[in-house]
């Protein structure tokens, strides 16, 4: 593997938005209740007065960034589904060019399957090989009875 080139895991991805989404409603929630709070009255003296500001203050902050975090959740999950949508289709065109070759492998057309193959980009040469290589490592097939064969010496066997 090529130290540029990038691997991405379609599944991860999906998984990671899943579990987005979870965090989402609970930041939606948060930022529904915050939004329809208000401080409480701790009377019209002057250190409640300055309690009450302060509340107002840190409600006002803590509102924002939770708009901030609902902002940045919504953001990841479209994020995430355009990236698994992209390496999906990806992933799906990888899927259809192993089916073509697996296909092609079974084929009795030795021309054709070799098509397949180069459109695939592979080398049929290293499959031929490889059949030569599994043909050469197979047990001898028995004739069934009835049947004559030819040994290598020529001589016909029943």
């Not at 998984?15 to 209740?33: E, K, N």
């Not at 924002?64 to 975090?69: D, G, P, V």
């Not at 040469?125 to 490592?137: G, S």
């Amino acid at each position: 593997m090529d130290s540029n080139d990038i691997r991405v895991n379609v599944r991860a991805i999906e998984d990671f938005r899943d579990g987005l989404a979870p965090r989402l409603r609970q930041v939606a929630a948060a930022v529904s209740t915050l939004a329809r709070t208000d401080g409480p009255e701790l009377g019209h003296f002057h250190h409640a007065r300055k309690a009450e500001q302060r509340y107002d203050g840190l409600h006002t902050e803590f509102l924002a960034r939770a708009r901030r975090l609902l902002t940045a959740l919504v953001v990841a999950q479209a994020g995430t589904r355009s990236i698994a949508t992209a390496y999906g289709s990806d992933r799906e065109l990888f899927e259809a060019r192993l089916q073509a070759v697996t296909e092609a492998l079974v084929r009795s057309d030795s021309v054709q399957r070799d098509a397949v193959l180069r459109a695939a980009g592979l080398d049929p040469t290293v499959f031929r090989e490889a059949a030569r290589y599994e043909a050469m490592l197979a047990p001898p097939r028995r004739a069934p009875a009835g049947e004559t064969t030819v040994g290598d010496s020529g001589q016909a066997s029943a």
